[in-house]
């Protein structure tokens, strides 16, 4: 029999009936009590720096003012919190906000479907809209995606950890590589493309490609805007749809709103969550190009489509990109991470790779156990970071775009301390580091 402990015993921890599925939690093992941008403090006051900002979720940061006045005023006046798709105020405003910041100015011609408030609960909305659409039942996705952790974008899903979990098969999917270097990868699309088309290839034509334009979990791998453009062309080809989920490259993550700006495509479908809400309120949207939406009413429901309080501190967020300053002071972020980077992947060209892409940028360890060291030390200088990649190699630097350019610095002093620890002279042979602030970068940018 199993005997529940009480909770009137003493020692007992709480956290200890949390069920073996936890994970973050296991190398950032604090109890974390409040936060202000990008601080965080725990339940013993030590302040550590965020470069996990919730893998993406709080791109604003922690708390953001202006974010949380709106939501203060908002429950503080009885608005509705939760109401399924039913009209509310706060909806109007987001809608109309939406519309107005984000759609307009690029001439985006798309209509929302509010999903449940996860990424996957886009993903797999998105999923069964292109099937339905194309009455066909393969879509293309691709290795190293991650998409989410439901059956359908598990399917999608390259991680083959991940997809073990599953417990039926995971199928209908046809999987390619992503996005590799020069014209290789065009071809690879090229020919899957002209296989499609062989009668005899046995390959039925797919109903979508499913694409991150930054691999998040996958390893920061950034495609190219001229794969991603064949990637677009290959699909009207075959005429199956074209889905992005910038689910966790998307809302300014890596630059502009939408991370497919640059490559200059217009995907069918475009799933957006994590820091669409802009406060860690959960919330997904849908984006449709309007001659593919064809839900019937009620085809695709579900109880948690009306969060209120997300609408309210999405259009605040929303707002913040009115701003030219607010823009201006993500570029120079950007740029200074981006030179950081770069810098220390210069400083240990044997050991270090520079990913990524705007304030979505990485290190790619050529040693993953040497990845792991870091991280766990940076944890300890008071670092929150994680790791990504097909063998968590890749140390993923995810701070909020609005992180303060001190604290910025500070986070990356930490890093460059853990870095050099574990890559010391002692261990590799190699001179020491010094935190370089505006030297020019070694790695291809695209214009
Ligand atoms: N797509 C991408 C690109 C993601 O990064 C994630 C989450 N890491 C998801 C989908 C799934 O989102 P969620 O965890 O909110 O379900």
């Known amino acids: 029999m199993n005997v529940h402990p009480s909770p009137i015993v003493r020692h007992f921890d709480p956290f200890s009936i949390e069920s073996n599925v936890r994970s973050y939690c296991r190398r950032m093992a604090s109890t974390f009590r409040r936060a202000l941008n990008a601080e965080v403090w725990d339940d013993e006051g030590r302040r550590y720096i965020d470069f996990l900002s919730a893998c993406g979720a709080l791109n604003y940061g922690h708390n953001h003012p202006a974010l949380k006045a709106e939501l203060l005023k908002y429950i503080c006046g009885d608005g509705i919190a939760t109401s399924m798709d039913l009209h509310t105020s ?13 759609l307009l100015p690029r001439r985006l ?6 999903p449940g408030p996860t990424g996957t609960n886009a993903v797999e909305a998105a999923l069964k809209l292109a099937r339905k659409v194309t009455k066909r039942r393969d879509v293309v996705a691709f290795t190293n995606a991650f998409h989410g952790m439901s059956l359908g974008a598990l ?8 997809r073990g979990g599953a417990g039926v098969p995971l199928s209908h999917v046809h999987r390619l590589p992503f996005a590799c270097a020069g014209n290789d990868g065009v071809k690879v699309l090229h020919d899957y493309r002209d296989a499609v088309c062989d009668p005899s290839s046995g390959i039925e034509a797919p109903a979508a490609f499913i694409v991150e334009t930054v691999q998040g979990e996958g390893g920061l791998t950034v495609a190219p805007y001229e794969w991603l453009r064949a990637l677009e062309s290959v699909a009207r080809d075959l005429g199956a749809l074209v889905i992005v989920d910038d689910v966790q490259a998307g809302c300014g993550r890596t630059g502009p709103f939408f991370s497919f700006e640059r490559a200059n495509i217009f995907p069918d479908i475009v799933c957006l969550a994590k820091s669409i809400s802009g406060f860690g309120l959960p919330m997904a949207v849908v984006l449709i190009k309007p001659q593919f939406d064809r839900w019937r009413p009620a085809e695709h429901n579900g109880t948690f489509r009306g ?7 999405a259009t605040a967020a929303l707002g913040l990109w ?16 981006w030179n950081w980077v770069d810098g220390i992947a210069a400083d240990y060209p044997r050991f270090l790779e520079a990913r990524g892409i705007g304030m979505m940028q990485g290190l790619r360890f050529a040693d993953p156990h040497i990845a792991v060291e870091v991280a766990d030390r940076a ?20 701070p909020p775009l609005t992180i303060e350019q001190e604290v910025l610095e500070e986070g990356l002093y ?3 301390d853990a870095i050099r620890a574990c890559l010391s002279p002692a261990r590799m042979g190699y001179r020491r580091y010094r935190l370089r602030r505006s030297e020019g970068s070694s790695r291809k940018r695209e214009t």
């Open 109 to 114: 011609d798309y209509v929302i479907q509010f």
């Open 90 to 102: 706060a909806k109007r405003a987001f809608l109309a906000k939406f519309f107005g910041t984000v």
């Open 307 to 313: 969060n209120n309080h997300a609408f309210v501190t």
């Open 322 to 337: 009115e701003n030219k300053k607010f823009q201006s002071d993500i570029t120079t972020r950007e740029q200074e991470l």
């Open 379 to 398: 944890v300890r200088n008071g670092l929150l970071i994680e790791l990504c990649g097909p063998h968590d190699e890749v140390l993923k630097l995810l």
């Open 414 to 416: 930490r890093l460059q």
């Open 155 to 162: 399917a999608a899903t390259g991680s083959r950890f991940a």
